[in-house]
């Protein structure tokens, strides 16, 4: 077994055995009645009868942070449970929390630098960079070694990813109202609000200078400069429209 082959699996192996989960809340209340016994019995079943393949491939933990594309003042935790397509594409669905009350925030889609520069130049103004996430110690894999990290580091440094949200928890609405909001990640220093930082590091136990002083040996490559098209004054974000035309989509 190659040692890439060798620390997939050891990464697999140690999220279904590690204790990096179950310490963060969701920030929101959904409001509805209890479940009820009937329910509760349909829903063991469906566990017992149904297949869940797809949702079994999501076996990666990253915990990073997000801003609104055009309003880096509104910043929030996310949650991301990973899904490995291949060598080069990734998904996430993002959650508010790590426990089982949390709330579906909205999904990532992940590409490396090979795939990313396939795309259009207006397509990759919806992109951001995770180098500065990765090196900066603030996006982590919780519960998993720190060599095993360093190595899942390494590779998402020089990736690329397009995120949506489509509830609001960190403006505590109680139910996903309002448009899908496009996300961005941070670029610098300075940018991501040292609170949460702090209240992540203590839930985790953790210090986030100390997994960026542990990464700097991986180099961290010049972004694409279409990506994080927001520090050029190119912001792009979705809105609702009544126009009978808005939801044509053209074909590739």
């Known amino acids: 077994m ?17 204790c990096g989960g179950r310490n963060t809340s969701s920030n929101v209340e959904a409001p509805g009645e209890e479940k009820t016994a009937k329910d509760k019995i349909l829903t063991a079943g469906a566990n017992v009868m149904q297949s869940e393949a797809p949702l079994k491939q999501f076996s990666t933990y990253l915990d990073g942070f997000h801003f609104y594309n055009g309003n880096m003042k509104a910043q929030m935790e996310a949650h991301h449970y990973v899904s490995q397509l291949n060598e080069d594409i990734y998904q996430a669905i993002i959650f508010d929390g790590n426990g089982k009350d949390a709330k579906i925030m909205g999904i ?65 609405r109680t139910l996903p109202v309002g448009a899908p909001m496009i996300m961005m990640g941070f670029t610098k220093q300075g940018q991501l609000h ?47 429209s009544s126009k009978p035309d808005s939801a044509m989509h053209k074909r590739h």
């Not at 110690?137 to 690329?160: Q, R």
């Not at 040292?194 to 200078?209: A, N, P, V, Y």
């Open 194 to 240: 040292q609170r949460l930082l702090t209240d992540r590091d203590k839930r985790f136990g953790i210090s986030t200078e100390k997994k960026k002083v542990n990464r700097q040996d991986i180099v961290m490559p010049n972004p694409d400069p279409d990506a994080n098209a927001w520090e050029k004054g190119q912001v792009r974000q979705l809105v609702i």
């Open 108 to 172: 990532e889609y992940i590409v490396t630098a090979r795939v990313f520069e396939t795309l259009t130049t207006e397509e990759k103004r919806l992109w951001h960079s995770h180098g500065f996430e990765v090196s900066s110690g603030s996006l982590i894999a919780p519960g998993i070694p720190e060599l095993a990290e360093h190595e899942l580091m390494e590779k998402l440094i020089s990736t690329y990813g397009k995120t949506i949200h489509t509830w609001h928890t960190d403006q505590e």
């Open 2 to 18: 190659n040692k890439g082959n060798a620390l997939y699996s050891l990464i697999l192996m140690l999220n279904v055995f590690a």
